[in-house]
């Protein structure tokens, strides 16, 4: 395993890459709930491309060593794998949830009314949607339902 520092220095590049295709991604995944050590970088794109022009835009960036065609997935010189997730603005506030994880919070609000209705374009709007406050990144565990009022829990 590589050490944290290659992984965020991965991230910064990839960040800057997407900023001159004048694409808006954010962190995403374990990293962003400030896990390590990481299976792979993942970032969400504000905004949905086919997959054919991911894959022009994956084969054409010199971070990447190569991709996976039609699956929004690349990896980096250094060997470290990286998944895009996309989504339509106006559902980028519940793609982000699903997308930060973990999986057993992410069912538990999945299973809310108001789950996937829009708009929702950033996080504390789709918390909104399904009567949470904004659940940081770092305690979403489905335990933290438990000390929320009228949430069901695992």
């Not at 220095?9 to 050590?37: F, H, I, K, M, Y």
């Not at 009314?113 to 979403?140: H, K, M, T």
Request: aromatic share 12%.
């Amino acid at each position: 395993m590589l050490p944290l520092s290659v992984y965020l220095d991965l991230e910064s590049r990839v960040l800057a890459w997407a900023a001159g295709q004048r694409w808006r991604l954010q962190r995403t995944g374990p990293l962003r709930r400030g896990e390590w050590p990481l299976p792979r970088l993942e970032f969400l794109r504000d905004g949905v491309l086919m997959p054919d022009e991911w894959d022009v835009a994956l084969a054409a960036c010199p971070l990447f060593a190569g991709f996976a065609s039609g699956q929004r997935e690349a990896w980096s010189q250094e060997g470290i794998e990286v998944k895009f997730y996309q989504a339509p603005t106006e559902f980028l506030g519940f793609a982000q949830i699903a997308h930060t994880g973990p999986a057993g919070f992410v069912a538990v609000c999945r299973s809310l009314p108001g789950w996937d209705q829009n708009p929702a374009p950033d996080e504390a709007a789709a918390f909104a949607r399904v009567g949470l406050p904004c659940v940081p990144p770092s305690q979403r565990n489905p335990e933290v339902f438990t000390t929320l009022a009228g949430v069901p829990g695992d």
